[in-house]
Each structure stands twice: as C-alpha cells, then as structure tokens.
C-alpha cells in the first residue's frame, strides 16, 4: 500500500505564506504525477496544481502567481508554496498521486492523502 503524509497545514493571516509538505512511502516504483487539491467548505474538490515526473506543472488560474508546486522525485515528495494568501483560499488541502506504480501491483492506481488545513483569516 501507498501512504501520503501531508505536513504544513495552518491558520496564517491574509497576505501570508505557508508550505505544504507531501511525502509518499511504501512498495512504491513510480509516480506519473503529483498533486494538490482543495475543498473549500460548501464547494467540491478542485485541482490546485499539479506536476509530473518530467516538471511538467499545471495550475489553477486562482493561483497561478501565488503558488508554486515542486517535487522531489528520489523522495517521493510534493510541496506546495502558497504566498499572498486570501480568505478564498481556506480549505481542507489534498495531495494526490496519480498513476502510481507498486511492487504489488501491475496497473497503476490514484492515492490521497488525508488533507490537511489550510485558514486564511485575520
């Protein structure tokens, strides 16, 4: 089995920074792409950003200029950089890893994290 461990959630004043860890661990033999996704309260889950094995990024046109996505593919890993936050911006953050090949497995399959956090206010 995979698990994703997510790190980084808070409260932070409007304006302010924070950082999302993501880190997956188990049987695992690659991960075609990895993201992050949010759901504000009363709103579905939507894509945040995301990036592949090869740097290729997407982002939601809410967040591009404020967030950055990277990745450290030897660890496993996912960060999050989110600056100039704003109340729109408070939800429950997910990280996803998407076509993840195993050990165990000879398909690849999508693993979530359990989220974490995220409330801009003053």
């Known amino acids: 089995q995979v698990q994703l461990v997510e790190s980084g959630g808070g409260l932070v004043q409007p304006g302010g920074s924070l950082r999302l860890s993501c880190a997956a661990s188990g049987s695992i033999i690659s991960i075609y792409a990895m993201g992050w996704y949010r759901r504000a309260p009363g709103k579905q889950r939507e894509l945040v950003a995301v990036i592949t094995s090869s740097g290729s990024i997407n982002y939601s046109d809410s967040v591009k200029g404020r967030f950055t996505i990277s990745r450290d593919n030897a660890k496993n890993t996912v960060y999050l950089q989110m600056n100039s936050l704003n109340a729109a911006d408070t939800a429950v953050y997910y990280c996803?890893?998407?076509?993840?090949?195993?050990?165990?497995?000879?398909?690849?399959?999508?693993?979530w994290g359990q989220g974490t956090q995220v409330t801009v206010s003053s």
């Open positions: 996803n890893a998407d076509r993840t090949y195993t050990s165990h497995t000879s398909y690849p399959q999508a693993y």
